[in-house]
């Protein structure tokens, strides 16, 4: 039964921060490299962040880099993406992602197990 599950997702006021968490179940958590994907209303899949499996290397699309920070605790099974300075245009469902890679550049089809998302709303 392999499971990922998205929480933390919410209201949040542009500028504001929020802190998506996201639990790992029924693989080897640990072995495999993790990321983040957004899709707004009516719009594609877009990346948004990668971590190795060690959580020795992260990567990040430009238009967050610098506002977002993805970690990973493989103790907990657990993923996390800390998001500040939000605007309305990281308005999105997030899901998480894993599949096992020694290299960053992974496309969203290659992703083995998938999330079912948690709703992140940035508005006034």
């Known amino acids: 039964q392999v499971q990922l599950v998205e929480s933390g997702g919410g209201l949040v006021q542009p500028g504001g921060s929020l802190r998506l968490s996201c639990a790992a179940s029924?693989?080897?958590?640990?072995?495999?490299?993790m990321g983040w994907f957004r899709q707004a209303p009516g719009k594609g899949l877009e990346w948004v962040s990668g971590?190795?499996?060690?959580?020795?290397?992260?990567t990040y699309r430009d238009s967050v880099e610098g506002r977002f920070t993805i970690s990973r605790d493989n103790a907990k099974n657990m993923l996390y993406l800390q998001m500040s300075s939000l605007e309305p245009e990281d308005t999105a469902v997030y899901t998480c992602?894993?599949?096992?890679?020694?290299?960053?550049?992974?496309?969203?089809?290659?992703?083995?197990?998938w999330g079912q998302g948690t709703q992140v709303t940035v508005s006034s």
């Open positions: 029924g693989f080897a958590f640990s072995s495999y490299l």
């Open positions: 971590i190795s499996s060690g959580g020795v290397w992260t």
């Open positions: 992602a894993a599949v096992i890679s020694p290299n960053p550049k992974v496309a969203a089809l290659d992703y083995e197990y």
